[in-house]
């Protein structure tokens, strides 16, 4: 039996992602530092193992109607590759359902015996080829479980958007949040314009099949219609670009770092925000990257130093207990969360969060900003920010320090009033366009 690399890959990770908790990014990475794929592989097997993932409560749905046990009963790597089967015959054009059939079969045999690819081929001939054929919950009697399984979103996620947002705009973000985002990057402006990166990235784009343009008012954004550019390409290693979504260029942007001035960024791993400050203050701010692991500050090394930025001194310490013993004129908290607004990109945080850790995050997040505002210099700024929609982690952590800190909400650019919520407070959804999720706030602390 000539086993499918490829698929047995994904199906190696898959089993990372949903027994052992990996990170379906690091997964992936790391699969491919084991195994040599060719360029092709490597892009189904990506598809694959995102495709499941990002389909899941689907797949177990048309699972659990042909298996006479649950799913969840079967051996971890059966269940992946029943799971990956589903997602290629509902969603993989490319992939004829025989072939889908033969090489899970071939799977299963492989990963299990000869008992258990009988009872994977009975079950993978009967799976729907069509959405529309797999028997869903009726949206006109059960709304909320008709957009869970269809759309593969926990079902209090789910509820919590409805409640928060209404049907119309419930669904639209069930669909948005379910569907792959372009590759975005942030120019680096220290080296070259947006428009000489379109041009450079175009050039390039004719052999390596993607187009790249600018799609939103953020100055730095550039967006690729199809494919990324290789971390290994000439242009990334020369420092000129960073990937990064639009939304997440915000912050910086919002804070608005000056020459001269001291800046606070933390929760800063990997860099991104923190090379983006020091891009907008001109390379001539003295900013802190602090973050409490201190094996991620050499990633933010790496990128302070690939895309030449100066006045960045690295900290390994806890926002919860600063080590500092400074006063700062801006403050970013980019707090960790539950992370609800990255979903295209990172489909395995849905599977993570909980309504219980939701809670707990908040509360991380409400002291790391009540700690922000005692570090930053009266009349100075903080720009609070979170990707991620939980009421929660955004508007009660806001309510909650304006309740007993000195700061003022105060408006930010002019140019970010499309997304303006309220008195210095925003957030942007991947309802309206190619963005993430995410809601910032921005504070003047008070005399």
Not at 122 to 132: G, H
Request: proline share 6%; hydrophobic share 40%.
């Amino acid at each position: 039996m000539n086993l499918d690399l490829v698929r047995d890959t994904a199906v190696r990770v898959l089993v990372r992602v949903f027994e052992q908790g990996a990170y379906l990014d690091l997964a992936v990475d790391a699969a491919l530092r084991r195994r040599t794929l060719t360029d092709r592989g490597h892009r189904f097997m990506t598809q694959l193992v995102y495709g499941t993932v990002r389909h899941l409560l689907l797949c177990d749905h048309v699972l659990n109607r042909l298996l006479r046990e649950p799913a969840g009963d079967l051996p971890p790597p059966v269940r992946a590759i029943l799971r990956m089967g589903v997602f290629q015959a509902l969603f993989c054009k490319q992939v004829t359902f025989p072939a889908m059939v033969h090489t899970s079969v071939d799977l299963v045999r492989h990963h299990s015996h000869a008992g258990l690819a009988r009872v994977a081929n009975a079950v993978l001939r009967r799976v729907p080829q069509r959405i529309d054929d797999a028997q869903l919950p009726a949206p006109d009697k059960d709304f909320t479980g008709y957009l869970s399984i269809r759309h593969s979103m926990p079902r209090w996620l789910v509820e919590e958007w409805l409640d928060e947002f209404g049907p119309e705009t419930a669904e639209a973000l069930c669909v948005a949040s379910n569907s792959e985002a372009h590759a975005t990057i942030r120019t680096n402006t220290l080296a070259t314009t947006p428009e000489h990166l379109v041009e450079a990235l175009n050039r390039l784009g004719k052999s390596g099949g993607y187009l790249a343009k600018k799609t939103t008012v953020v100055p730095e954004e550039v967006t690729l219609s199809h494919g990324a550019p290789s971390v290994r390409s000439k242009l990334f290693q020369q420092g000129w670009f960073m990937v990064q979504d639009p939304a997440s260029m915000l912050p910086a942007h919002l804070l608005e770092p000056k020459a001269g001035e001291r800046v606070l960024d933390m929760c800063a791993a990997p860099g991104g925000k923190t090379t983006h400050l020091a891009q907008l203050a001109g390379n001539a701010a003295l900013i802190v990257a602090m973050d409490r692991h201190a094996n991620r500050l050499p990633r933010i090394a790496d990128n302070v130093g690939r895309l030449h930025i100066k006045g960045v001194h690295l900290v390994c310490g806890d926002g919860l207990s600063l080590p500092l013993n400074a006063v700062f004129d801006r403050v970013l908290v980019d707090a960790p969360c539950t992370g609800i607004g990255t979903l295209r990109r990172h489909p395995d945080l849905k599977w993570r969060a909980t309504p219980q850790g939701r809670e707990e995050l908040a509360r991380l997040q409400t002291a790391l900003l009540r700690n922000a505002v005692r570090v930053c210099k009266n009349q100075g700024h903080i720009v609070y920010s979170v990707c991620t929609t939980t009421r929660q982690e955004t508007l009660d952590v806001v309510q909650a320090v304006l309740q007993t800190e000195k700061v003022i909400p105060e408006d930010g650019p002019e140019w970010f009033t499309p997304w303006k919520t309220g008195p210095g407070q925003y957030r942007t959804l991947p309802t309206a366009g190619d963005w993430d999720g995410f809601f910032l706030m921005r504070f003047r602390k008070a005399s």
